[in-house]
T-cell receptor
Framework: GAVVSQHPSWVICKSGTSVKIECRSL??????MFWYRQFPKQSLMLMAT?????????EQGVEKDKFLINHASLTLSTLTVTSAHPEDSSFYIC???????????FGPGTRLTVL | AQKITQTQPGMFVQEKEAVTLDCTYD???????LFWYKQPSSGEMIFLIY??????QNATEGRYSLNFQKARKSANLVISASQLGDSAMYFC?????????????FGKGTSLLVTP
């Protein structure tokens, strides 16, 4: 099965700084990747669809200027949380849809804590 | 619009017993896919099982089986012979079109605790 990596696995930052999270598809090229956010004790909520070579599409209520997504290659998508605030503290997890079959593969997630 | 409902916030089961986690869904799509994922405390999402709406048989993967009742719009996960390592959050999800691919729309999840 496909392997998806994320870096970093956790990050602590000061309020007002920007944080970049990387999602890599290690086994195959992915034209589409997805970013989810999970607050403690809650479910995963889709934030945006990352499209290789074009702009990301954001879910309703997700600020595109706050959560910058870049999908510059077929194996890498990055999510940058700009001017992070404590309310942005969450678990961010990416996924890649495998081209064969129905499975979606998730990265291990990045736990962001904003002080 | 889709809706995934998991009505059991938490469940207990004794080791070696079977347990059923409930999931109901609502969609206007004729063709759809349903998933179950396990999320241990580490946070990783582990794929368990998939059921397509046109699959004639209920999906099974080892100790996991999906009780798919299309008319009732339910897709319950059955875990047989529970093990202590099965303690985790379990999410039911439905495939949702996004651009050229499919994202997942998740239910709120059920926390399962397996006791000795």
């Amino acid at each position: 099965g496909a392997v998806v990596s994320q870096h970093p696995s956790w990050v602590i930052c000061k309020s007002g700084t920007s944080v970049k999270i990387e999602c890599r598809s290690l086994d195959f090229q992915a034209t589409t990747m997805f970013w989810y956010r999970q607050f403690p004790k809650q479910s995963l909520m889709l934030m945006a669809t990352s499209n290789e070579g074009s702009k990301a599409t954001y879910e309703q209520g997700v600020e595109k200027d706050k959560f910058l997504i870049n999908h510059a290659s077929l194996t890498l998508s990055t999510l940058t949380v700009t001017s992070a605030h404590p309310e942005d503290s969450s678990f961010y997890i990416c996924s890649v849809e495998y081209p064969i079959g129905n499975e979606q593969f998730f990265g291990p997630g990045t736990r962001l804590t904003v002080l | 619009a889709q809706k995934i409902t998991q009505t059991q916030p938490g469940m207990f089961v004794q080791e070696k017993e079977a347990v059923t986690l409930d999931c109901t869904y609502d969609t206007s799509d004729q063709s759809y896919g349903l998933f179950w994922y396990k999320q241990p405390s580490s946070g990783e999402m582990i794929f368990l099982i998939y059921q397509g709406s046109y699959d004639e048989q209920n999906a099974t993967e080892g100790r996991y089986s999906l009780n798919f009742q299309k008319a009732r719009k339910s897709a319950n996960l059955v875990i047989s012979a529970s093990q202590l390592g099965d303690s985790a959050m379990y999410f039911c999800a439905m495939r949702d079109v996004r651009g050229s691919g499919y994202a997942l729309n998740f239910g709120k999840g059920t926390s399962l605790l397996v006791t000795p």
